[in-house]
């Protein structure tokens, strides 16, 4: 597989495409060139202050990602995040009953 052209292909596929291609060539380590694109999905989705502090904690424990991984997770995690609030305004909404109880009758004595 040609480098040169992987690098001037890869750019236009989606997230989706991006992670297909890359289990499809398991063989084969593309993240020389998909790191950078990963890195700004990651930056577009999540923000440039999110990237960078991402950045700043691998450099200064010298640690080393690849940023599809890192995507994956926080986009789990945002994810779980917004599920969990979303079941909490569930959970306080007012539910209407299928089985209509009739009201109470008060009798005049």
């Known amino acids: 597989m040609d480098l040169e052209l992987v690098e001037q292909i890869l750019p236009h596929c989606s997230k989706t495409q991006l ?8 063989d084969r380590d593309l993240s020389t ?5 990963w890195k700004t999905f990651y930056e577009k989705e999540f923000g440039i202050e999110s990237t960078e502090s ?4 691998m450099k200064e424990w010298n640690l080393k990602f690849k940023w599809s991984d890192l995507y994956q997770e926080k986009s789990k995690r945002v994810k779980g995040a917004s599920k969990k609030e979303s079941d909490g305004k569930l959970s306080r909404q007012v539910r209407v009953s299928k089985n209509q109880v009739p009201p109470a009758t008060f009798k005049k004595q």
């Open 33 to 37: 060139v998909t790191d950078k694109l």
């Open 54 to 57: 991402v950045s700043e904690i």
């Open 19 to 26: 992670i297909h291609i890359e289990k499809s060539t398991k």
